[in-house]
């Protein structure tokens, strides 16, 4: 079992910034990938961003490019999420997400994740 606990979240004017983290703990050893989603009320959870535990590649949906960075610490099992120049509608919980085995989607896609964190409220103020 893995558990997944993210901080970080909370309201920020527009064009702040804010940084999430997410601490890994119990059976990490194997980890394929980790990513960040984020779901607003009444809509889907969306990809934000991933990142492979070994090696250097990243991934991020397009409305963050630019603007979010995700980085890891192999030796905390922790995955951060740097959110610069926010806006409005980026407002939504924020989920950490952890592949343990690839099942064959891609990184993009919530159905490749096998565990989830609580989620982090993420608020910006216009």
């Known amino acids: 079992q893995v558990q997944l606990v993210e901080s970080g979240g909370g309201l920020v004017q527009a064009g702040g910034s804010l940084r999430l983290s997410c601490a890994a703990s119990g059976r990490t050893f194997s980890n394929y990938a980790m990513g960040w989603f984020r779901q607003a009320p009444g809509k889907e959870r969306d990809f934000v961003a991933a990142?492979?535990?070994?090696?250097?590649?990243?991934y991020s949906a397009d409305f963050v490019k630019g603007r979010f960075t995700i980085s890891r610490d192999n030796t905390k099992n922790t995955v951060y999420l740097q959110m610069n120049s926010l806006k409005p509608e980026d407002t939504a919980v924020y989920y950490c997400?952890?592949?343990?085995?690839?099942?064959?989607?891609?990184?993009?896609?919530?159905?490749?994740?096998?565990?989830w964190g609580q989620g982090t409220q993420v608020t910006v103020s216009s």
């Open positions: 997400a952890l592949v343990a085995q690839k099942k064959g989607h891609s990184v993009l896609s919530i159905y490749e994740y096998d565990y």
């Open positions: 990142i492979l535990w070994s090696g250097n590649a990243t």
